[in-house]
């Protein structure tokens, strides 16, 4: 049993930075890997940022070297710093738990999302 508190979402301009925060509780010892996905209107939710337990992060081309995700185990909180903003960046972004596979494609706890929106 996961529980996920997502929060950290505004309004802000393009160029901008916001940061994402993630509150881990509940049975976390057998989390696989954590991290992001958002979802635009009219599209599919899609893989933002991952980090295993290991530390291993991975992230999509789109958000490469503009966002980073970070983990506070002893906190429990993971975070995503996100830079540079960019309209396209606009969408709900939810934090995800995996606790049966490393490689975060199906996530089976989520927050209830938090709405990001980049715009002038």
């Known amino acids: 049993h996961v529980q996920l508190v997502d929060s950290g979402g505004g309004l802000v301009r393009p160029g901008g930075s916001l940061t994402l925060s993630c509150v881990v509780s509940?049975?976390?010892?057998?989390?696989?890997?954590m991290g992001w996905y958002r979802q635009a209107p009219g599209s599919q939710r899609e893989f933002v940022a991952a980090i295993t337990r290991g530390g291993n992060t991975q992230y999509s081309n789109s958000v490469k070297g503009r966002f980073t995700i970070t983990r506070d185990s002893t906190k429990n909180v993971i975070a995503l710093q996100m830079n540079n903003l960019k309209p396209e960046d606009t969408a709900v972004y939810y934090c995800?738990?995996?606790?049966?596979?490393?490689?975060?494609?199906?996530?089976?706890?989520w927050g209830q999302g938090t709405q990001v929106t980049v715009s002038s």
């Open positions: 509940g049975e976390t010892t057998t989390i696989k890997a």
């Open positions: 995800a738990a995996d606790d049966l596979d490393v490689d975060f494609i199906s996530p089976q706890y």
